[in-house]
Structure formats: structure tokens, C-alpha cells
């Protein structure tokens, strides 16, 4: 016989008692030959090996000389594989042959030898790579144990049973604690962890005597039925079922998930089996297919979050994840599962109020960090076996006691049941054993006639990848390319393209500056603005970029990035956002969400990605403030009966001292265009609309929400539309307004009689046509042709116009009646704008304001009515950021932050109106001084 191909599934089909055939090949290709066993240093709760002393005395009698490396930590001690005829050797040099269960050190790697053990390198972790790399260079033969698999793809050799058993002992073991961290104490208390038992019937009997008291009804009613979801149906599946199955429980349908989690007995446990094509759908929603499935795992998406989460109180996770398969459960549905629903006031078929969420803990047997239970992005450790993962991401491995899910997701639990482990092991490797001797170093691995499990599972041979593994250097290659930092910036794991650096970039850009592992690059028209704030941060680089003559470069950096964060006008954005799609780069902006953005949606969408909007100060604070009291309201029973919002971006009250009472830390183009804008809300269910061209100032009202202040408010934009935005349809009154201080509107109201706010072209203003003085300007503006009236009858046609001499005082004290020459830019506004950019921005050593008013009417289910009012108050700091740049550029870094970490995910253009964003958001901001005041007054 030539080959071992015929001989090796003979073996294993009569094992132990090998056929005569199999025999006659063994005496002549085995005998003599040499393995060795090595101890195990990659953990020190490994206790394992990869074959028993029974096996070892199995090869011993077909003449294969074993050397086991010595090990006081090993379950079997060296005697008893010495008595099974092994050599207890420290040199392992001699074998040709090494074998192990664990990952080795590098230092210890033996050069020219065929090496077996699980790797972790197949999908090119990132930790593993050194290894990789120091097997390739010595010329080892590397087979993995996880590749080993039948013609089918069915793996033959793994611990996945043992996992399953120990991570099911673990998890029973955990829920006893958090139970009783929640204040339940449950028969689940009187279960160990797995490596706490002699062996798995000591656990049996542990679990069957909780059992008991089970189906005594000895569990809390308080907590409610519980529910075990089961993903997968492999081994790792049917060992953790094996042992569950020690308690009393019934085996449910998908379909009755829901309802026995609702209204099931409490003297038995729910048990459901969720299987791929249980949860796995096409993207553009056809059937799942097996077959497809293998070959294109990237066409399909998991429904398993939203059709089976909600109903489980504890999730057995032993689904093998690959990359680019669906995710079971990713960062936005742990937000969604793990959101405080249940309620004293919710009706209790929805859950127990006793418990903060039905999902109470996770068994990730799996154990692939960031696969498919997507924010365990590391595992947890035998000594450190659980923690408690929250909604916000918080992860704390010291109490069982506070919000969140329990996780215990081990990368070796088999090691907590050492001898069963290496018994059930060793006897599936052992009759692959006689075909992986036959490897030869100096022989290439193309001439050995390997069996289809061991020549599958063979990485690398002769210094290079095999050529089933040959993509590893591809997914190295763009492991790579996805953290390389743009421009020179030292190596990230995550890069951001910042557009603009204008006022509101310089505090986004220091947020996201804390983590190292990101990448910044500042992308401005102004050099000068963009190197002042990279210069702070080692790692954010600047680079001159005008985004509309350079739509090359732009592609180009937007390329490179994970999220584009664009703080350009907003009439910029729509076109960033065509760039963004094209690369498949996500993208997030402070500004409302445009109908040109709208138009992008079903683009986005398609390619994949994200792109939030409003998320600054108004919008985005505003909306968060108002969405987190709604959240209350509605979890409370309660209806909002109206909702008055007004926000300004105003000077510190020492600094307003000019006749608008109104400094600009930003564009004054925006601010005074927008006084010529309409509006339409809601009072009292009646629709009030303010037409265009003026008349928006004419509803102009003082408030006293602040008593110190002396404020004023107009409408803002559409308001009627967030009665459904932000789910309060119900409510009489939606107000959303922009605040001044008083005396602003009137003086506006002025300019605009004046035609100074008019935004068409104006030939007087023509920036190549002659110099003119603001004096003639406005002469012209009256139909004066002769600029030389005498001033006081220029006063006078003024006041004609304007018909108020408090304006005409704003005009004289503004200098609009001076001699000094315009800077034409075409049109009033524009020439406007320029000049009180120049004459009213803020200086160095003065400070802004924001404040932000909510007035909140409340109904709740006893009939009491609340007004709630939600004050925000911030000043910017005199020689530091504005107060403006705060609350816009520290909002819109969070959600920056929270798209890398892939806490927000959904597909095409976002705003802030979920619970899983608005609430961390406005708890991280909380934490940068953001924070507002409530005072609410009840009425019977």
C-alpha cells in the first residue's frame, strides 16, 4: 500500500481493533517513527492534552515512540503516561512530530518540524500573526486541528462537546449569581463552576438536585418563566443540551417561544433549538439556502436579535462565525435587548418588573471575540469567568449586581474538565494520528498522499502558505490597509476624516484624540486652522483640502477613512455623501437632514453604511434632552400634551453689549437668512403658519423662563413634523424656536426694511464695479441717488422706512451710516455678513452662551398634570472653546464614536431618535459638563 488514503478510514471504522490490512500498513509506515507531546504554557488553567495515556498505549503497541514533555499541571500526572510507555522528556528535539492543544510561545517553536495544534490563525487574528509569521520562517509544517474535517465539512476532531458541557455548568452557575445580585435567591445556587467537579457527574447530580427543586416550584415567581435559546446544533450545541436536559424542561417550537415566555409554568424550564435557516434571511429577503449560504455568507443578514432575543432569558451561543457571516447579535441589538422595559407600570405579561430586561445571560460558547456576539470583542477567562455587559457599553467583571446582560464567554472552557476533555479528544485524533506521522518535513506537500481531514487542515509547509490558506495573506493584507492611517499618521485601528476646521472641529478633534487607536486627519480650505489643532494631538494630521476644486483628493482621504465627519456648510453635504456611498465609508454631520440628504437613503442603504445627521447642538441636543423626557413619559404611562423648545446661541450677557445684542461664532449668513425664513407649528391643534420674506419676527415674544436674562423667541423651521418624529402625535402644542436676546429681532426687522438681508444680486455690489461707501449703499437702498442728503434727512427716510428711531440709533451704532467702503460680495446679505463677521464676532478673552428651553406638558395615568421645564445653560470658556464648539462639536464626536465602535448601525441616513443612541449619548455628554436642569410644577 502506497498511501495511507485507504488505510486511515479503515482504522477508523474498526478502532481499536485495527483490520488486518490496517495492521500490514502500520508495521510497515509506522513503526519506528516518533511523536512527541508537549506541555502546555498558554494558559495556566490548561490541563489538557491532546491524547491520553490510553492512547499513548495504543501507539506504544504499534511501535511509535512517545515523548511526552514533562508537566506537574497536566490533569493525567507523567506517571501514569510513563506507564503507558512513554519517555518523560524535557528535549523534545528528536521527534519529527509535535503535537499539543494550545497555541505555543514563539521562542519555544522547534524549526523543520510538523507541528498540530489549534492555531487561532485561520482568520488571521491579529494576535496570531507573529506566530504565523515565526512558523513560516522556520519551515514548520503547521496542521489545525480546526480544519480537520470530513468530505462533508464536518469537523472530526475538536473539544466542541466538553465546551458546551462546561460553558452550561458555567452559565447555570452564573445565573444563580446575577438571580441573587437581583435579589432572587434560586435552586440555581447550588451549582459550582464547571472546574470546581472531579468530573461532569459530580455537575450532574448538582444540577439534577436543582432540578428538583424546580419542579417543586422552589423558583421566584417574581422573575418570571425562563427560557434557554440553543443556537446551533453541533456538538458544542447537543454538549451544553446534554447537560441542561439534567433539569426539568420542555422543548418549545420557535413559534411558542413567545408565549411560554410570557405565560409559561414556573416548575420547568423552556428550551428552543435555533438552527441557521431559523434565523438567516437573503438581504433582498428571499429563503435561506444551505448551499448558498457557504459560498456567499455576505448575502444574507440574521433576524435572530429581533424575532428570538426578546424571548430568552439566557442564550447558548455554539455557532461557528466566519468572516463575513451574519452576526447573531451586534452593539445596536444589545442596546435594543438590554433597554429597561420592563416597568411597574407595564402590564407583567411583558416581563417582571423585578428584573431590568428579559435577557438575563449569555453562554458564548464560541468565544470568537467581535464575531458573532458582536460586543464581546474579548473573551472572559476561567479566573475572570463573567461580566456584566450594559446597553452603554459598559463592561464590569467585579459585581454581578447592576445593569446589563451576564456573559460568560471562555475561549477554553474544555479545560475546566481536563481528563473527560483529552479522553473524548485523543480518542477522535488518534486514528488520524498514524496518517499525520507520515509527514516529512524534507518531503514537499504536494508528494505526501495525506487523508482528505489531514491534508485539509495542513496551513503551512515549506516556509509558505498551502494553497487552501493562501487567503490569510489577503485578509492580512487588508487588515493592514483598513489601519493604516491616512497621511502618515503612526498605525490605527480606526481612521476619521474630519472636514472643516472651523470652530466646532477643534473640540470633536480632542475627543476622539483620547483613544489612541484612532487616526485623525483634518482636512480644511485654511492650513493655517487645521495645523493649530493636529499640532495638539500625536495622532491627528492636517491636510489642505478644498472640497469642491479637489473632488480627487477628497476620494482619495474618504477612502481611507472609517467615518467622514463633515463640518462644511451644510449645502456641502449631499455631495460628501455621494463620495461616502461610493467608497462605502460611513459619514456623520452635525446639520439637519436635508431633502437633497433624504434623496440619499435608499443609496446608502445599499452600499452598507451609516450616515447620521443632527447630532449637534440644534439640532441634536435638543432632540436628545427632549427624547430622553419622552422615554420617561411613555415608560411612566404618561402623554405629552405639548412641547415648546427654544434654543440660542447668544454672547456671555458681559459681551453683549452692541445694538443686536448678538455676537457671531459662526457664519452670520445662516443666522440672518433664516430670520427671512417661514415657519409652521402647532397650538393648541391648531396649524399656524408664518409665510417667507419677513414676517417670521413679526411672532417674535419675550420669555422669563430665566429671570435673569432678558430673552426673546421666534418659530423655527417646521415643528409640526416631530410630532411623529419624536412619537408624541398626541400633543396640542409643538413649538420649536430660536432664542435672542431682547431687542435682536427688532433691530433685524430693520435691516431687512432696509433691504440689507435681501440675498439676490444687487448691480451696486458687483464685486468689480466701483468702490462705494456704506453711506451710498444705503442711500441707494432708499432710492436716493444723491448719496450727499444731509444726515438729517437721511435719518428721516430711514425712519420713514423703518418707521422706529430705536433701529435707526442700531444703524448709526453699527457704523451703517459711515463713510468707510463696502467689500462687495454681490448681494446685501452676503455684503452683510461679511461686515458683521468682521464687527461682531467674538474676540480673544470674550465668551458665548448657548441656552436651550424645553417646556414639556405632561398627563399622567392618575390624572395629575406636570409642566417640566429642561433648562441647558453652558459658557464657552474665554481662552478655550466656545460654548458654541462645546455642545455642537463634543455631540457630534460621540456619535463619531459611537459609529467606529459599531454602537450605531443602521443602514442609510440616521437621526438620533432611538434609546440605543440617545441615551448614551446624552449620559457621555453628561460626562464633558453638558448638562441641563429640570424643575417641574404639578396641577391636579
Same mark, same amino acid.
Given at each position: 500500500?502506497?498511501?495511507?488514503?485507504?488505510?486511515? &478510514?479503515?482504522?477508523?471504522?474498526?478502532?481499536?481493533?485495527?483490520?488486518?490490512?490496517? *495492521?500490514?500498513?502500520?508495521?510497515?509506515?509506522?513503526? #519506528?517513527?516518533?511523536?512527541?507531546?508537549?506541555?502546555?504554557?498558554?494558559?495556566?488553567?490548561?490541563?489538557?492534552?491532546?491524547?491520553?495515556?490510553?492512547?499513548?498505549?495504543?501507539?506504544?503497541?504499534?511501535?511509535?515512540?512517545?515523548?511526552?514533555?514533562?508537566?506537574?499541571?497536566?490533569?493525567?500526572?507523567?506517571?501514569?503516561?510513563?506507564?503507558?510507555?512513554?519517555?518523560? =522528556?524535557?528535549?523534545?528535539?528528536?521527534?519529527?512530530?509535535?503535537?499539543?492543544?494550545?497555541?505555543?510561545?514563539?521562542?519555544?517553536?522547534? %524549526?523543520?518540524?510538523?507541528?498540530?495544534?489549534?492555531?487561532?490563525?485561520?482568520?488571521?487574528?491579529?494576535?496570531?500573526?507573529?506566530?504565523?509569521?515565526?512558523?513560516?520562517?522556520?519551515?514548520?509544517?503547521?496542521?489545525?486541528?480546526?480544519?480537520?474535517?470530513?468530505?462533508? #465539512?464536518?469537523?472530526?476532531?475538536?473539544?466542541?462537546?466538553?465546551?458546551?458541557?462546561?460553558?452550561?455548568?458555567?452559565?447555570?452557575?452564573?445565573?444563580?449569581?446575577?438571580?441573587?445580585?437581583? #435579589?432572587?435567591?434560586?435552586?440555581?445556587?447550588?451549582?459550582?463552576?464547571?472546574? /470546581?467537579? @472531579?468530573?461532569?457527574?459530580?455537575?450532574?447530580?448538582?444540577?439534577?438536585?436543582?432540578?428538583?427543586?424546580?419542579?417543586?416550584?422552589?423558583?421566584?415567581?417574581?422573575?418570571?418563566?425562563?427560557?434557554?435559546?440553543?443556537?446551533?446544533?453541533?456538538?458544542?450545541?447537543?454538549?451544553?443540551?446534554?447537560?441542561?436536559?439534567?433539569?426539568?424542561?420542555?422543548?418549545?417550537?420557535?413559534?411558542?417561544?413567545?408565549?411560554?415566555?410570557?405565560?409559561?409554568?414556573?416548575?420547568?424550564?423552556?428550551?428552543?433549538?435555533?438552527?441557521?435557516?431559523?434565523?438567516?434571511?437573503?438581504?433582498?429577503?428571499?429563503?435561506?439556502?444551505?448551499?448558498?449560504?457557504?459560498?456567499?455568507?455576505?448575502?444574507?443578514?440574521?433576524?435572530?436579535?429581533?424575532?428570538?432575543?426578546?424571548?430568552?432569558?439566557?442564550?447558548? /451561543?455554539?455557532?461557528?462565525?466566519?468572516?463575513?457571516?451574519?452576526?447573531?447579535?451586534?452593539? &445596536?441589538?444589545?442596546?435594543?435587548?438590554?433597554?429597561?422595559?420592563?416597568?411597574?407600570?407595564?402590564?407583567?405579561?411583558?416581563?417582571?418588573?423585578?428584573?431590568?430586561?428579559?435577557?438575563?445571560?449569555?453562554?458564548?460558547?464560541?468565544?470568537?471575540?467581535?464575531?458573532?456576539?458582536?460586543?464581546?470583542?474579548?473573551?472572559?477567562?476561567?479566573?475572570?469567568?463573567?461580566?456584566? $455587559?450594559?446597553?452603554?457599553?459598559?463592561?464590569?467583571? /467585579?459585581?454581578?449586581?447592576?445593569?446589563?446582560?451576564?456573559?460568560?464567554?471562555?475561549?477554553?472552557?474544555?479545560?475546566?474538565?481536563? *481528563?473527560?476533555?483529552?479522553?473524548?479528544?485523543?480518542?477522535?485524533?488518534?486514528?488520524?494520528?498514524?496518517?499525520?506521522?507520515?509527514?516529512?518535513?524534507? =518531503?514537499?506537500?504536494?508528494?505526501?498522499?495525506?487523508?482528505?481531514?489531514?491534508?485539509?487542515?495542513?496551513?503551512?509547509?515549506?516556509?509558505?502558505?498551502?494553497?487552501?490558506?493562501?487567503?490569510?495573506?489577503?485578509? *492580512?493584507?487588508?487588515?493592514?490597509?483598513?489601519?493604516?492611517?491616512?497621511?502618515?499618521?503612526?498605525?490605527?485601528?480606526?481612521?476619521?476624516?474630519?472636514? +472643516?476646521?472651523?470652530?466646532?472641529?477643534?473640540?470633536?478633534?480632542?475627543?476622539?484624540?483620547?483613544?489612541?487607536?484612532?487616526?485623525?486627519?483634518?482636512?480644511?480650505?485654511?492650513?493655517?486652522?487645521?495645523?493649530?489643532?493636529?499640532?495638539?494631538?500625536?495622532?491627528?494630521?492636517?491636510?489642505?483640502?478644498?472640497?469642491?476644486? @479637489?473632488?480627487?483628493?477628497?476620494?482619495?482621504?474618504?477612502?481611507?477613512?472609517?467615518?467622514?465627519?463633515?463640518?462644511?456648510?451644510?449645502?456641502?453635504?449631499?455631495?460628501?455623501?455621494?463620495?461616502?456611498?461610493?467608497?462605502?465609508?460611513?459619514?456623520?454631520?452635525?446639520?439637519?437632514?436635508?431633502?437633497?440628504?433624504?434623496?440619499?437613503?435608499?443609496?446608502?442603504?445599499?452600499? #452598507?453604511?451609516?450616515?447620521?445627521?443632527?447630532?449637534?447642538?440644534?439640532?441634536?441636543?435638543?432632540?436628545?434632552?427632549?427624547?430622553?423626557?419622552?422615554?420617561?413619559?411613555?415608560?411612566?404611562?404618561?402623554?405629552?400634551?405639548?412641547?415648546?423648545?427654544?434654543?440660542?446661541?447668544? &454672547?456671555?450677557?458681559?459681551?453683549?453689549?452692541?445694538?443686536?445684542?448678538?455676537?457671531?461664532?459662526?457664519?452670520?449668513?445662516?443666522?440672518?437668512? /433664516?430670520?427671512?425664513?417661514?415657519?409652521?407649528?402647532?397650538?393648541?391643534?391648531?396649524?399656524?403658519?408664518?409665510?417667507?420674506?419677513?414676517?417670521?419676527?413679526?411672532?417674535?415674544?419675550? $420669555?422669563?423662563?430665566?429671570?435673569?436674562?432678558?430673552?426673546?423667541?421666534?418659530?423655527?423651521?417646521?415643528?409640526?413634523?416631530?410630532?411623529?418624529? $419624536?412619537?408624541?402625535?398626541?400633543?396640542?402644542?409643538?413649538?420649536?424656536?430660536?432664542?435672542?436676546?431682547? +431687542?435682536?429681532?427688532?433691530?433685524?426687522?430693520?435691516?431687512?426694511?432696509?433691504?440689507?438681508?435681501?440675498?439676490?444680486?444687487?448691480?451696486?455690489?458687483?464685486?468689480?464695479?466701483?468702490?462705494?461707501?456704506?453711506?451710498?449703499?444705503?442711500?441707494?437702498?432708499? +432710492?436716493?441717488?444723491?448719496?450727499?442728503?444731509?444726515?438729517?434727512?437721511?435719518?428721516?427716510?430711514?425712519?420713514? @422706512?423703518?418707521?422706529?428711531?430705536?433701529?435707526?440709533?442700531?444703524?448709526?451704532?453699527?457704523? !451703517?451710516?459711515?463713510?468707510?467702503?463696502?467689500?462687495?460680495?454681490?448681494? %446685501?446679505?452676503?455684503?452683510?455678513?461679511?461686515?458683521?463677521?468682521?464687527?461682531?464676532?467674538?474676540?480673544?478673552?470674550?465668551?458665548?452662551?448657548?441656552?436651550?428651553?424645553?417646556?414639556?406638558?405632561?398627563?399622567?395615568?392618575?390624572?395629575?398634570?406636570?409642566?417640566?421645564?429642561?433648562?441647558?445653560?453652558?459658557?464657552?470658556?474665554?481662552?478655550?472653546?466656545?460654548?458654541?464648539?462645546?455642545?455642537?462639536?463634543?455631540?457630534?464626536?460621540?456619535?463619531?464614536?459611537?459609529?467606529?465602535?459599531?454602537?450605531?448601525?443602521?443602514?442609510?441616513?440616521?437621526?438620533?431618535?432611538?434609546?440605543?443612541?440617545?441615551?448614551?449619548?446624552?449620559?457621555? !455628554? @453628561?460626562?464633558?459638563?453638558?448638562?441641563?436642569?429640570?424643575?417641574?410644577?404639578?396641577?391636579?
Amino acid at each position: 500500500m502506497s498511501s495511507v488514503l485507504s488505510a486511515a &478510514p479503515s482504522m477508523a471504522r474498526y478502532w481499536p481493533s485495527h483490520s488486518a490490512q490496517a *495492521r500490514r500498513w502500520i508495521s510497515r509506515n509506522v513503526q #519506528g517513527r516518533c511523536l512527541a507531546i508537549r506541555r502546555e504554557d498558554q494558559s495556566v488553567w490548561e490541563r489538557r492534552a491532546p491524547l491520553g495515556p490510553s492512547h499513548v498505549r495504543q501507539l506504544v503497541k504499534d511501535g511509535v515512540s512517545v515523548i511526552v514533555q514533562p508537566s506537574n499541571r497536566r490533569a493525567y500526572p507523567m506517571q501514569a503516561y510513563q506507564n503507558a510507555g512513554a519517555k518523560i =522528556k524535557e528535549d523534545i528535539s528528536e521527534a519529527p512530530v509535535v503535537i499539543g492543544v494550545k497555541q505555543i510561545p514563539i521562542d519555544q517553536l522547534l %524549526p523543520n518540524k510538523t507541528y498540530c495544534f489549534f492555531s487561532h490563525t485561520i482568520k488571521a487574528q491579529e494576535a496570531n500573526m507573529p506566530l504565523l509569521d515565526a512558523i513560516l520562517e522556520k519551515n514548520i509544517r503547521l496542521l489545525d486541528y480546526e480544519k480537520m474535517c470530513d468530505e462533508r #465539512g464536518q469537523r472530526v476532531v475538536a473539544f466542541g462537546k466538553y465546551a458546551g458541557v462546561a460553558g452550561m455548568i458555567n452559565i447555570l452557575h452564573g445565573l444563580g449569581l446575577r438571580l441573587l445580585a437581583l #435579589g432572587h435567591h434560586t435552586p440555581f445556587m447550588h451549582i459550582g463552576p464547571a472546574h /470546581n467537579y @472531579r468530573n461532569t457527574e459530580m455537575a450532574r447530580q448538582a444540577i439534577r438536585d436543582s432540578g428538583y427543586e424546580i419542579s417543586l416550584g422552589m423558583m421566584p415567581k417574581s422573575i418570571g418563566p425562563l427560557t434557554f435559546v440553543f443556537t446551533g446544533t453541533g456538538n458544542v450545541s447537543q454538549g451544553a443540551q446534554e447537560i441542561f436536559q439534567e433539569l426539568p424542561c420542555e422543548y418549545v417550537s420557535l413559534q411558542a417561544l413567545r408565549k411560554v415566555s410570557e405565560h409559561g409554568a414556573m416548575n420547568k424550564l423552556y428550551v428552543c433549538e435555533v438552527s441557521r435557516r431559523d434565523h438567516l434571511v437573503r438581504k433582498d429577503g428571499g429563503k435561506y439556502d444551505a448551499v448558498e449560504y457557504e459560498e456567499h455568507p455576505e448575502r444574507y443578514i440574521s433576524v435572530f436579535a429581533h424575532k428570538i432575543a426578546p424571548y430568552a432569558s439566557v442564550i447558548v /451561543n455554539g455557532i461557528y462565525w466566519a468572516v463575513n457571516s451574519p452576526k447573531l447579535l451586534t452593539i &445596536p441589538d444589545a442596546k435594543y435587548l438590554l433597554r429597561p422595559v420592563y416597568t411597574p407600570w407595564l402590564p407583567t405579561s411583558l416581563g417582571s418588573p423585578s428584573l431590568p430586561h428579559r435577557m438575563l445571560a449569555i453562554c458564548d460558547i464560541s468565544a470568537d471575540p467581535g464575531g458573532s456576539i458582536e460586543f464581546m470583542s474579548e473573551c472572559t477567562t476561567i479566573d475572570t469567568p463573567f461580566c456584566l $455587559y450594559d446597553a452603554d457599553q459598559n463592561k464590569d467583571t /467585579n459585581s454581578f449586581k447592576g445593569p446589563g446582560v451576564l456573559v460568560c464567554s471562555i475561549d477554553n472552557m474544555p479545560t475546566q474538565l481536563p *481528563r473527560e476533555a483529552t479522553d473524548f479528544f485523543g480518542s477522535l485524533l488518534l486514528p488520524h494520528m498514524y496518517d499525520i506521522l507520515q509527514s516529512d518535513i524534507n =518531503k514537499p506537500f504536494e508528494d505526501h498522499s495525506f487523508t482528505h481531514a489531514v491534508h485539509g487542515a495542513i496551513i503551512t509547509s515549506g516556509g509558505e502558505l498551502t494553497p487552501s490558506f493562501k487567503y490569510i495573506d489577503d485578509l *492580512r493584507a487588508r487588515n493592514s490597509a483598513s489601519s493604516k492611517a491616512a497621511f502618515d499618521i503612526a498605525s490605527k485601528s480606526k481612521n476619521v476624516l474630519v472636514l +472643516g476646521a472651523g470652530y466646532v472641529s477643534a473640540p470633536l478633534v480632542e475627543y476622539l484624540a483620547r483613544d489612541p487607536n484612532i487616526g485623525i486627519l483634518l482636512a480644511s480650505g485654511l492650513q493655517d486652522e487645521a495645523d493649530a489643532i493636529a499640532q495638539k494631538h500625536s495622532n491627528v494630521n492636517s491636510v489642505l483640502l478644498d472640497v469642491v476644486e @479637489r473632488p480627487d483628493l477628497l476620494s482619495d482621504l474618504v477612502k481611507q477613512a472609517d467615518v467622514v465627519v463633515s463640518l462644511l456648510p451644510y449645502a456641502l453635504h449631499p455631495e460628501i455623501a455621494k463620495e461616502c456611498i461610493n467608497q462605502k465609508t460611513n459619514m456623520v454631520t452635525a446639520s439637519y437632514l436635508s431633502p437633497a440628504m433624504k434623496e440619499l437613503h435608499d443609496d446608502a442603504v445599499a452600499a #452598507g453604511i451609516t450616515i447620521v445627521n443632527e447630532v449637534g447642538l440644534d439640532p441634536g441636543i435638543d432632540h436628545l434632552l427632549a427624547l430622553e423626557c419622552f422615554d420617561e413619559v411613555l415608560q411612566g404611562g404618561g402623554k405629552v400634551d405639548s412641547f415648546v423648545s427654544f434654543c440660542g446661541g447668544l &454672547p456671555a450677557p458681559e459681551f453683549s453689549d452692541n445694538p443686536l445684542r448678538y455676537k457671531f461664532s459662526w457664519s452670520p449668513r445662516g443666522v440672518l437668512l /433664516n430670520t427671512l425664513s417661514g415657519a409652521r407649528y402647532l397650538e393648541n391643534g391648531k396649524v399656524i403658519d408664518v409665510p417667507e420674506g419677513g414676517a417670521l419676527l413679526d411672532t417674535t415674544e419675550d $420669555y422669563s423662563f430665566l429671570p435673569g436674562l432678558a430673552l426673546e423667541g421666534f418659530p423655527n423651521r417646521d415643528s409640526t413634523i416631530y410630532g411623529n418624529l $419624536y412619537g408624541i402625535s398626541e400633543a396640542k402644542t409643538i413649538l420649536r424656536g430660536t432664542l435672542r436676546f431682547r +431687542g435682536f429681532s427688532s433691530v433685524v426687522k430693520g435691516l431687512q426694511k432696509l433691504g440689507l438681508i435681501d440675498p439676490k444680486e444687487h448691480p451696486m455690489l458687483h464685486p468689480r464695479g466701483p468702490d462705494i461707501t456704506w453711506r451710498q449703499l444705503i442711500c441707494n437702498l432708499l +432710492g436716493q441717488l444723491d448719496s450727499n442728503i444731509f444726515p438729517d434727512n437721511l435719518r428721516t427716510l430711514i425712519i420713514e @422706512r423703518i418707521g422706529d428711531e430705536t433701529q435707526l440709533a442700531a444703524l448709526e451704532a453699527l457704523g !451703517l451710516l459711515q463713510d468707510d467702503s463696502v467689500v462687495k460680495l454681490g448681494t %446685501p446679505l452676503d455684503t452683510l455678513s461679511h461686515f458683521l463677521d468682521k464687527k461682531l464676532s467674538i474676540k480673544a478673552g470674550e465668551r458665548d452662551m448657548i441656552v436651550l428651553r424645553h417646556e414639556i406638558g405632561i398627563t399622567w395615568p392618575d390624572g395629575n398634570k406636570e409642566l417640566r421645564g429642561i433648562n441647558l445653560v453652558c459658557y464657552g470658556d474665554a481662552n478655550g472653546y466656545s460654548a458654541m464648539a462645546k455642545t455642537v462639536g463634543y455631540p457630534a464626536a460621540v456619535a463619531t464614536k459611537m459609529v467606529l465602535d459599531g454602537e450605531i448601525q443602521g443602514g442609510g441616513m440616521v437621526l438620533p431618535f432611538t434609546r440605543e443612541i440617545f441615551k448614551p449619548m446624552t449620559t457621555r !455628554l @453628561r460626562k464633558e459638563g453638558i448638562t441641563a436642569t429640570e424643575k417641574s410644577t404639578f396641577l391636579s
